[in-house]
């Protein structure tokens, strides 16, 4: 089974940038489509944004429309996440996964990383 490795996070201030990577083992992720996650301490893990398995076709949540930017390099086998304009809301650990093709956004599969802890201070 594929394992994915989430890389990146931080301490940062608010406005600032991060770049996290997904980074694929023990398989490929060429023909998925992959997805990032993000769960703040007391709620539920959310999806934050999705891309094709091509990359042409990306989704997001409003909430980071404009500051997110997710891409994927298929040679190597990992998907980014690039995000700028940081709040402190966007404070989680983010997680990625295998999304489903029907809507870019719902989970494929049950098993998750262990993720990469962001924490943006004010």
């Known amino acids: 089974q594929v394992q994915l490795v989430e890389s990146g996070g931080g301490l940062v201030q608010a406005g600032g940038s991060l770049r996290l990577s997904c980074a694929a083992s023990g398989g490929t992720i060429t023909n998925y489509p992959m997805g990032w996650f993000r769960q703040a301490p007391g709620k539920e893990r959310e999806f934050v944004a999705g891309?094709?398995?091509?990359?042409?076709?990306?989704k997001y949540i409003d909430s980071v429309k404009g500051r997110f930017t997710v891409s994927r390099d298929n040679a190597k086998n990992t998907v980014y996440l690039q995000m700028n304009s940081l709040k402190p809301e966007d404070t989680a650990v983010y997680y990625c996964?295998?999304?489903?093709?029907?809507?870019?956004?719902?989970?494929?599969?049950?098993?998750w990383g262990q993720g990469t802890q962001v924490t943006v201070s004010s």
């Open positions: 891309i094709s398995w091509g990359g042409s076709s990306t």
């Open positions: 996964n295998v999304v489903r093709v029907t809507d870019y956004r719902t989970p494929g599969r049950d098993s």
